[in-house]
């Protein structure tokens, strides 16, 4: 929390990232980039997530990244934990996250 | 299944494993060289599965020392390790520790420093397999305590430091998701979800580098590809099917793990149908699935029609091409290309030879033998009625008849070999028996007789050849002595010659004592003394019951009883023997055999009314008696053949014909190996297929008759026995040639 925390605190997801909502969450990913590279995603409301979802967040990372930000991920809920650990993507976020028991 | 309840699988199936490599291993040295990959393939998958499933439970002891075990053993199993006898004891005490290793974890135990040495030590001496320099390999045994660094070789030693699960027992899948399938409504992560109820997702790796930046993405395209590694005992087709909805726009490639190589190949190997194309084969076997054949098949298709168009009409082999896609081990296809040349051979084998019931065929060629007579009795009406047309047909049937019969002959033909072969044997054993060395040389085996005569030459011949051993074959200080080689030599010979078969029986022994022989026969009454026999008939007394020279009896063989029932074999074949000998460099033994004890070619001849048949194989030339031979009664046995002195018989005589005369004699000359002779006869018939009939018991000690027959107008005929005549004749001659010089 010492550093890189954007002004704008971190952006609120709840509910569904899924394909269904992916075009209207990358308008505000989009939105928040235009501000600051860097980034912080709240995901402790996130009650489903997809494909289309994960690759959306990658794609926030990688677009972070290359502009000298970084995107962090906090709070992870556990339907967001469940796919991120059976994609084993959750090195490739790097956030700190709580290891599931199983 | 819990955990434990799989464990306890383990242990249990481990001891059987354990036990049945033990088996194989005690079974490795009785086995030939190429007998034994069936018996290595099942230690090393007995290994292998261990190891496997050890490494499934986290076994690490246990996988790191079955590994080392299973690289040798793989080595073995390629043919660049040869399994001797310390290696098979080698691999017993790896059994055991593997065992011991199992019992420990099954106790719960700890390893005890004793088993962590022994252990040390057995890798040690494992990796001295492993190091491609042997030289370098024969220290390690010793320094037992320091093994850990001794399999630095061996890349596969890698794979258990990665985790508990080898690499190398699951399925990989890579799997290229198609921009559509998040529209489609499909979800991969679903789709792993489903495959995780099949097996266990051992791993997946996520690549995203189709991924473009948020600005350029399209969140309802998918831009992942994915690696699994996947634990499953499902097949192919059932992994396949989980990615059922996605697969038409998906690049997905699904490889099973290394140790279902072994089982593909098996399966390779068990396919029980034929003719199966290699996809065929693949897909049968689990390894390919029908869609990706299908797939294969059409980029084949579209590959070989853009060919053709570039001029370049190479086209790809299936097997190379689903190798090079990585849907397939090289291994597997190499079985089914094996296998598929098996089938080729054994099919080309089937179209080769059919096994058919002896007795069908001896119905087939005495139903032929009725045939061969009904044809004569057509002929003979054909030529009654005197219409050309039914002539023609007659004759047109004559010749089908022959044709008929000489191919249902043929098929009772078969090799010598066979028979030949068995006297490997034989020498082995007699020779054994007498302490001597000897080599049996084997030539003409694929030359073909009769398959009653080759069941009845057998005995003969075992006795000839045990004779040449025993009284041919001298022991090895005389050969010595005589400057031979100490390895004594026995050949077995066969080949054709005018319708005959010689069997030849050659020793480089001692060869026949002529002198003693005949001092014997004098001493026998066997012959007048003060008569000059020739060689060969000299020999030929050796054939006579109850003859032996007193110095070569022995208890395997003694020319006395023996050759006499050898020749009384021969001869009831309606065949002949001769000896050839030199005192001192050998002697040959050579069986003269009639092709066929069914049906011959004969030459009808008459005799009063009486009608006779002599075998043409035997039948040189027709002459008309010269004069001064008509009425020359009794008291000559010879007429002149163009200056050659032959000797004659009359068979009116011979036979006791009565009945007229006809107006002139003719002579038939036959000739039995190297004798000739003649017949005179009243009148030539010309040729005539014979169906030899046997003569029944009555008649079958009759001397110069061999045989009947039924001639086509239902007559009987009798056919002649020519060797007994020939011999008849020549002893005859000697006995009034020497009647005569004792009258002298």
Redesign the interface.
Known sequence: MTHGIPEAGPLQLSGEVN?FT??A??EQ??AR?ETSPRLEIDLAEVSEI???G???L???K??CQ?KGGDLTLVHHSAPVLD?MD????TH?FGDPVVISSN | MSMEEALQTFFAESHELLQEMEDRLLAIPALAEEDRSETINAIFRAAHTIKGSAGLFGLDGIVEFTHVLESVLDKVRAGQLMMDADMVSLFLDCKDHVARLVELQESGATLSTDDQGKGNELVARLSVYLTDTPQAAVAPAGEASHPAPAHPTDSLALESLGGNVLDNDNWHISIEFGTDVLRNGMDPLSIFRYLGTMGHIVRVVSFFDRLPALSELDPESCYMSYVLNFHSEADKATIESAFEFVQEDCKINILPPHSRVADFVEAIKNLKQDDLRIGEMLVKSGTLTQRELDAVLAYQTAQEQGDSASQDPHKRPLGEMVVQAGIVQPEVVEAALHKQIQQKKAKSRQQQSIRVDAEKLDTLINLIGELVIAGAGVNIVAHRSGQTDMLEAASTLSRLVEEVRDSALNLRMVQIGETFNRFQRVVHDVAKDLGKEIELEITGGDTELDKTVVEKIGDPLTHLVRNSIDHGIEPADIRAARGKPAQGKVRLNAYHDSGSIIIEVQDDGGGLNRDKILAKAIEKGLVEPGIDLPDSEVYQLIFEAGFSTADKVSNISGRGVGMDVVRRNIEALRGNIEIDSQYMAGTTIRIRLPLTLAIIDGFQVKVGNAHYVIPLDMVIECVDLPEENINDGHDSNYFSLRGEVLPYMRLRESFEVTGETGKRESVVIVKYGNTRAGLVVDALLGEFQTVIKPLGKLFERLRGIGGSTILGTGEVALILDIPGLVQQMIRKSHHETSRASVKE
Do not use: G, P, W
């Open positions: 394909i992916a075009a969450i990358r990913l989009l980039l997809d494909t289309a994960l690759q959306l990658l794609a926030a990688l677009t290359s796919v059976l994609c084993n993507l490739v």
